[in-house]
């Protein structure tokens, strides 16, 4: 069965530490990967994803991500987080070409000032 | 210019009632989601539809009803309200199915 998994529901850091959220995936044939962002109060938006080539991609506010195909994981990285990143992460992963992404149950961050 | 949009934002209701909520997007995109969003965060795809064709209907009770009148808007009906329907209903929508999904801002619907 296709499921996304996140390892850690809660994470609480404090200012300038570094960030590693996990995330693995069951899903069969070639996929998408993506991390979401929900910050309080606020609507889901895209953070960072891949499709294909450099297995290491970068996104806003100095997230990346990093596919290992091996490991079925895609795992978001920040190496120094600010009070601002406090909120919800969602890591998503969809079929190359089909009609669902599954979205894992998300890890709530929280940046101590 | 907001991209995904729904009304209501915020809709509290008594339990028996039918409601609505609706979606818009401008993007032109092809594909549109109704996702549900429960107290703990977990988000829950319901359906989704590309060209306006039903493609995803995940175990939705009946007392659900989308209704798509053309590929800018997914409207969401809603019979005989629960109190376990009570969540955040987000809608979305992506070029493609399996492309980056652009979120509206989320409606909060308290059944009493």
């Known amino acids: 069965a296709q499921s996304v998994s996140q390892h850690n529901h809660h994470v609480i850091l404090s200012e300038a530490a570094s960030l590693e959220l996990g995330c693995n995936y069951s899903?069969?044939?070639?996929?998408?990967l993506f991390w979401y962002v929900q910050y309080p109060g606020q609507h889901l938006q895209l953070l960072l994803k891949y499709f294909s080539g450099d297995p290491l991609v970068k996104g806003i506010k100095g997230f990346e991500a990093e596919f290992i195909k091996s490991k079925f994981s895609f795992n978001l990285r920040k190496p120094s987080v600010q009070w601002s990143d406090t909120a919800e992460y969602f890591c998503a992963v969809g079929n190359t070409g089909g009609f669902k992404t599954i979205f894992g149950a998300g890890t709530r961050l929280f940046v101590k000032a | 210019d907001t991209a995904v949009s729904q009304t209501p934002k915020y809709l509290v209701t008594q339990m028996g009632n039918d409601k609505s909520i609706k979606c818009e997007q401008n993007l032109g995109h092809d594909t549109m989601y109704w996702y549900k969003q429960d107290s703990k965060k977990f988000l829950k795809i319901m359906f989704s539809y590309n060209n306006k064709e039903l493609i995803i209907n995940e175990t939705v009770p009946n007392r659900f009803s989308p209704k798509s009148p053309d590929k800018a808007h997914l409207n969401l009906h809603i019979n005989s309200l629960e109190l376990g329907d009570s969540a955040v209903y987000f809608c979305?929508?992506?070029?493609?199915?399996?492309?980056?999904?652009?979120f509206g801002p989320g409606t909060r619907l308290t059944v009493l």
């Open positions: 899903y069969g044939g070639t996929v998408n």
């Open positions: 979305a929508s992506s070029q493609g199915a399996s492309d980056t999904q652009y």
